[in-house]
C-alpha cells in the first residue's frame, strides 16, 4: 500500500509538462539511436549524459531512461523492416519479423512488436515497483562484505550463464576493474598506475570507454561486414493495429511466460539476449505449429520481444535498490547517478523518494508514450536508414566525439574514444565480452572500497566474507558459478562417454 | 583468427606483467589504512596474468577450422581504414582547429572521397552539421566544445 501512495507522488512528477516533455523527447531520441546502425542503449545514453549535468537529476534520469526504451523499440524496427539486430537482444526478432515484413505483413510484425514490448516493460515495471522497495529494505541490513559478495555475484553471472569462453570472460572484466584503479586511489589519495603521466592522473572515465567500445567499435565491425540496408516498406494503419491486437490476445500464454523469462533473466546481469533467445526457444518448443516460426510466425515476434523489454527493465531493478546495474545501459545510468551525487541503494529510497518513484512513475509514462510514438512515426523512424552510409557514419563518429569531449571537456578523451573503439573492435572480434568490462569499470572503485573495508574491518582476515549468512551465501553462490561451466562440461562429457558404448553395442 | 588471438592474449600478458610491476611499486602490504594502494590492481594482475597464459595456451592448442579462419574477412581491411583514418585524423585535426572546422573538413572530405557525393550536397551537410551543432552544444546548453591551438580560427566563432 505504502508503494501505491509512493507512486502516485512519483506520478505527479513524471507527469509534469516539463517531464512528459523530456519523456517524449528521450523516447524520439532513443528510437533514432535504436534504428541507426553502431549506435545501441548504452552508447546513446552515454553520449547524452554531460548534457543532462544541466538538469534536475529526476528529469535527466528520465531522459536517459526514456531514452533506454526508445533504443529497445528502434531495435525491433530494423530487425524487422532491415534484417538488422540494431542491439544482441534483437537478434531473436529477426527470426520471424524479417520474413513477416518480406510477406508484405510487416505492419503486424511492427504492431506485434511494439505490443510485446509494451506489455513486458509493464509487467516488469510492476514488479519494479512492489519489489524494489522490499530489496532496498533487505539490503539495508548490508553492510561492506554483503556489498563486495553481490558484486562477485554479478560478475561471477557473467562467467557462469555468459556461454562465452571462462578465461575471455575474466580478463574482460579483470581490466575493467584495472581500468578503474587507474588515477587516484580514493583511500590512500595515492596516484596509482599513471605510468608518470599527467594524462592518466584523472583515470578513465567510463561514458569515453563505452563510447568507444559501443559506438566507435560497431561502426568498425558494420563496414568491415559491407552492410547494405534493403529494406521493406511497412505502412502502419489503424486497421492493421487492431486486428493485430485482435490476433495477439491468443498468445497470451506467450505473453506471461516470456514476461517471466524477461523479469528473471533481466535481475541477473547481462540477461536481455538470453531472454530473448530462451523465450523465443520456449514459444517454439510449446507451440502447436513449430514448423512455423522462422518463416514468419507472429509468436516469433511476440516472445523475444516481451522477454527483452521485460529484462530491460528488470534489469535498473537491481541498479537502484543495490547499486548493481543488470545491463550495460543500466551501469551507464549509475554513472550518471553517481556524478549527480546519488549514492544508489537502500538510502536513496529514504533520502531521494522524489527521485526513485519519479523515476519509476517515468516508467509508466514513458512506455505509453513510446508505444504511441513509435507506431506513429514507423515510416520517419525507417527513412533514417536511408540516408547514405557515407554521411551516416562521419556523423556518428562526430556525435560520438562530442559526447566524449563533454564529459570532462578533454581533448584527450576524444583520442581514448578511438583507441576504445578499436579495443572494442577486436575484443567483440576476438569473442571477448565487453558488457562485464563497462561494468567493471563502473563498479570498480565501489567494489574496491568495500573490498578494503571488509578487510579493514576483520583486520586483514578474509573470513569475514563467511562471518554474516547472507555474504556466506552470495560467496559460495559466486563460486558456485564460476565453477559451473567446467562442472556441467565434465557432466556432458561424461555422459557422452557413457552414450557411446551403448550406442556401439 | 589464432595468430590475432595470440597477439592479442601477448599484448595482455605484457599489459598485467606492466600493472603487476607498478603494483609492487604501490606496495600491495598492510598500511596504516589497512590494505595499501597497490592490493588492489596487484591481485587484478595477477589475474590477468593468469587468464591471459591460458588463453594463449589455448590459441596454440586450438586446432579447428574456426581457428584459420582469417582475422578480418576478404575485402573488409580497406573500409575500416577508409572510416578510422579520416575518423583519427578528425581527433588531430581538432587539436590545432576546434572541433567544429575539424569536423567540417571530416565530414566534406569523408561525403566526397568515400561517397562520391556532389559538392553542393557535401558543403550543404558538412557546415550544417557543425554550425547546428555549435548552436545546441556552445549556445543552448552552455557546454563549450574545444576550440583548438590555433585561435585565428577558433576566435571566429
Request: proline residues 25%.
Given at each position: 500500500m505504502e508503494s501505491f501512495g509512493n507512486l502516485l507522488m512519483g506520478f505527479q512528477i513524471a507527469l509534469t509538462p516539463y517531464n512528459l516533455f523530456v519523456a517524449t523527447a528521450g523516447i524520439f531520441l532513443g528510437t533514432i539511436i535504436g534504428v541507426l546502425p553502431g549506435l545501441g542503449g548504452a552508447n546513446g545514453v552515454a553520449i547524452l549524459l554531460p548534457i543532462t549535468?544541466?538538469?534536475?537529476p529526476t528529469s535527466a534520469i528520465i531522459l536517459l531512461s526514456c531514452i533506454y526504451w526508445g533504443a529497445l523499440f528502434g531495435g525491433a524496427i530494423t530487425s524487422i523492416l532491415f534484417n538488422i539486430p540494431g542491439e544482441p537482444w534483437s537478434v531473436a526478432t529477426t527470426f520471424d519479423g524479417h520474413p513477416l515484413a518480406k510477406q508484405g505483413r510487416g505492419g503486424e510484425a511492427l504492431t506485434a512488436a511494439f505490443t510485446s514490448s509494451f506489455f513486458g516493460a509493464a509487467f516488469a515495471i510492476i514488479l519494479v515497483t512492489f519489489f524494489a522497495p522490499i530489496i532496498a529494505e533487505f539490503s539495508l541490513k548490508f553492510g561492506p562484505p554483503e556489498f563486495l559478495g553481490i558484486q562477485m555475484l554479478t560478475f561471477s553471472a557473467f562467467v557462469g550463464l555468459g556461454g562465452g569462453s571462462v578465461p575471455k570472460t575474466l580478463v574482460s572484466i579483470f581490466v575493467g576493474f584495472i581500468m578503474a584503479t587507474v588515477g587516484m586511489d580514493i583511500i590512500s589519495g595515492q596516484l596509482r598506475l599513471n605510468f608518470g603521466t599527467i594524462e592518466l592522473m584523472r583515470g578513465f572515465n567510463f561514458v569515453v570507454a563505452v563510447i568507444g567500445l559501443f559506438g566507435i567499435g560497431e561502426i568498425f565491425l558494420t563496414v568491415e561486414e559491407g552492410l547494405s540496408l534493403k529494406g521493406v516498406q511497412a505502412k502502419v494503419t489503424w486497421r492493421t493495429v487492431t486486428s493485430t491486437l485482435k490476433e495477439l490476445t491468443r498468445y497470451w500464454k506467450t505473453f506471461i511466460r516470456s514476461a517471466v523469462i524477461g523479469s528473471w533473466m533481466g535481475i541477473k546481469p547481462g540477461g536481455a539476449t538470453p531472454a530473448s533467445f530462451m523465450s523465443y526457444g520456449f514459444a517454439k518448443r510449446l507451440s502447436k505449429t513449430p514448423e512455423k516460426f522462422g518463416h514468419g510466425a507472429i509468436e516469433g515476434v511476440v516472445a523475444p520481444e516481451t522477454a527483452a523489454h521485460a529484462a530491460g527493465v528488470s534489469a535498473l531493478l537491481p541498479m537502484i535498490t543495490l547499486g548493481i546495474p543488470g545491463s550495460p545501459t543500466a551501469a551507464v545510468m549509475l554513472g550518471g547517478l553517481l556524478i549527480w551525487g546519488l549514492q544508489p541503494g537502500p538510502m536513496l529510497f529514504k533520502e531521494k523518494p522524489d527521485f526513485v518513484w519519479g523515476l519509476i512513475a517515468s516508467m509508466y509514462t514513458g512506455n505509453v508514450i513510446g508505444v504511441l510514438i513509435v507506431l506513429l512515426f514507423v515510416p520517419f523512424f525507417a527513412a533514417i536508414l536511408r540516408i547514405p552510409f557515407a554521411i551516416l557514419f562521419p556523423s556518428i563518429v562526430y556525435v560520438c566525439a562530442i559526447g566524449a569531449y563533454a564529459v570532462n571537456n578533454s581533448t584527450m578523451d576524444i583520442w581514448y574514444m578511438m583507441i576504445f573503439g578499436v579495443i572494442g573492435y577486436v575484443f567483440k572480434k576476438l569473442d571477448y565480452p565487453i558488457a562485464p568490462m563497462v561494468l567493471a569499470l563502473v563498479l570498480g572503485d565501489l567494489a574496491e572500497s568495500a573490498l578494503r573495508q571488509s578487510l579493514i574491518m576483520s583486520q586483514g582476515s578474509p573470513k569475514i566474507f563467511f562471518a554474516s549468512p547472507i555474504s556466506a551465501a552470495l560467496v559460495i553462490a559466486s563460486i558456485l558459478l564460476v565453477i559451473w561451466p567446467s562442472i556441467s562440461r565434465f557432466l556432458a562429457g561424461r555422459a557422452h562417454h557413457h552414450e557411446a558404448p551403448q550406442k556401439a553395442s | 583468427m589464432r595468430k590475432a588471438d595470440n597477439a592479442c592474449g601477448a599484448v595482455l600478458l605484457v599489459l598485467g606483467g606492466l600493472i603487476l610491476w607498478e603494483s609492487l611499486k604501490l606496495r600491495i602490504g598492510w598500511g596504516l589504512n589497512g590494505p595499501e594502494a597497490g592490493f588492489f590492481p596487484f591481485w587484478l594482475a595477477v589475474g590477468l596474468v593468469l587468464c591471459s597464459a591460458i588463453i594463449l595456451v589455448q590459441a596454440f592448442l586450438n586446432r579447428s577450422s574456426s581457428a584459420d579462419k582469417p582475422f578480418i574477412q576478404e575485402g573488409g581491411l580497406t573500409p575500416v581504414l577508409k572510416v578510422a583514418l579520416p575518423a583519427f585524423g578528425m581527433v588531430a585535426l581538432t587539436e590545432a582547429f576546434g572541433l567544429y572546422p575539424a569536423a567540417a573538413i571530416y565530414l566534406a572530405f569523408y561525403m566526397r572521397w568515400i561517397g562520391k557525393h556532389r559538392w553542393a550536397a557535401t558543403l550543404a551537410v558538412s557546415l550544417a552539421l557543425p554550425v547546428a551543432s555549435y548552436f545546441v552544444f556552445d549556445r543552448w546548453f552552455l557546454i563549450p566544445m574545444p576550440k583548438g591551438h590555433w585561435t585565428w580560427i577558433s576566435g571566429l566563432y
Open positions: 549535468f544541466v538538469m534536475p | -
